[in-house]
């Protein structure tokens, strides 16, 4: 069975800290997604990576194959970057959703 | 803007009552998939359509179908409608090369309530 963790389940935060985010999964991969969701339901795709770092802007996603695990950072975080972030793995055939992150960045 | 358009944007149906959800892809892509994203969790995969097959389900009964066509759009019919049904439901098209399926671009959604 292909399960995907998420830590932490919320999450509060002033302005300009250092976020992050941390996923795990339990079956071997060929992509990890991470997505952001904001209120109202739009998802939008963050990355996509199978192995070692990404950067685009001020989010960074890094991935450790062996250790099954995923972390997404978010460097001078803002009030827009408020949303929930979600990790996804393919796996077994089939798409499987972390539970989310719910970030919310105070000014 | 990721090129993928759902509608319809909102409906209401019945118990019983069958829907059909339709999702254009974005240009170039060949891989379609499914979401139900119940008010206040996660999203959960439904199935996966590549070049017009299923390739992929997640736990859901067959009542749930879909459909994809040769211009790579797709349909979402849930047949037998039941309150649980109540959803936002999302598709996502990707281009899938080989075995490796790119990044995901996500269609605004539909929203289904079931009285």
């Known amino acids: 069975k292909n399960e995907v963790e998420q830590s932490p389940q919320n999450l509060t935060a002033q302005e300009g800290e250092f976020i992050t985010i941390n996923c795990s999964y339990s079956?071997?991969?060929?992509?990890l997604h991470w997505l952001q969701q904001h209120p109202g339901g739009g998802i939008v795709s963050l990355f996509m990576l199978s192995s070692g770092k990404k950067k685009h802007g001020r989010l960074i996603a890094t991935i450790n194959i062996q250790e099954k695990h995923s972390s997404l950072h978010i460097t001078a975080s803002h009030p827009r970057d408020s949303a929930v972030y979600i990790c996804?793995?393919?796996?077994?055939?089939?798409?499987?959703f972390g539970t989310g992150t719910r970030l919310t960045i105070i000014p | 803007e990721t090129g993928v358009t759902q509608s319809p944007t909102h409906l209401i149906k019945t118990r019983g009552q069958q829907v059909t959800l339709r999702c254009s892809s974005q240009s170039g892509h060949n891989t379609v998939s499914w979401y139900q994203q119940a008010l206040g969790q996660g999203p959960q995969f439904i199935f996966q359509?590549?070049?017009?097959?299923?390739?992929g389900r997640g736990n859901f009964p067959p009542r749930f179908s879909g459909l994809q066509f040769p211009n790579y759009s797709s349909e979402l019919n849930v047949n037998a409608l039941e309150l649980d049904d109540s959803a936002l439901y999302l598709c996502?098209?990707?281009?899938?090369?080989?075995?490796?399926?790119?990044?995901?671009?996500f269609g605004e959604g539909s929203r289904l309530t079931v009285l």
């Open positions: 996804a793995n393919f796996g077994n055939e089939k798409l499987t």
């Open positions: 359509y590549y070049r017009e097959e299923e390739n």
């Open positions: 079956v071997g991969i060929s992509a």
């Open positions: 996502a098209s990707s281009l899938t090369s080989g075995r490796n399926t790119g990044e995901l671009f």
